[in-house]
């Protein structure tokens, strides 16, 4: 059984720094793609960052600007985000999530990605 488990959300002042993890389980890492995806107050469900488990290149959605980080350990069972230069915009639910029928695309399609955790809250305050 496929299993997705975050942690690490809290509450943070702007400017401040955070970093989320993802346990990862249930499935061969190859051509496996984890992704974060975030969903703020009001807004749409948007992609933060993905990376390709089996060679670890990684991709960003253009709103980050270099300051999030994705990373995987080498048991490739456990995915981070270290993020960086938080503010209120950066606030919202953070889901990691898993592709497995893409080839290893590296996307940030919240649609191509079939399993999903439960969320962790970050909350970026003045």
């Known amino acids: 059984q496929v299993q997705l488990v975050e942690s690490g959300g809290a509450s943070v002042q702007n400017g401040g720094s955070l970093t989320l993890s993802c346990a990862a389980s249930?499935?061969?890492?190859?051509?496996?793609?984890i992704g974060w995806f975030r969903q703020g107050p009001g807004k749409e469900r948007e992609g933060v960052s993905s990376?390709?488990?089996?060679?670890?290149?990684?991709r960003y959605g253009d709103f980050v600007e270099d300051r999030f980080t994705i990373s995987t350990n080498n048991a490739k069972n456990m995915v981070y985000l270290h993020m960086t230069n938080l503010n209120s915009a950066d606030t919202g639910v953070y889901y990691c999530?898993?592709?497995?029928?893409?080839?290893?695309?590296?996307?940030?399609?919240?649609?191509?990605?079939?399993?999903w955790g439960q969320g962790t809250q970050v909350t970026v305050s003045s």
């Open positions: 999530a898993a592709d497995t029928n893409n080839g290893g695309l590296l996307g940030l399609t919240a649609a191509w990605f079939n399993y």
């Open positions: 249930g499935f061969n890492p190859a051509d496996v793609v």
């Open positions: 990376i390709r488990l089996k060679d670890e290149q990684t």
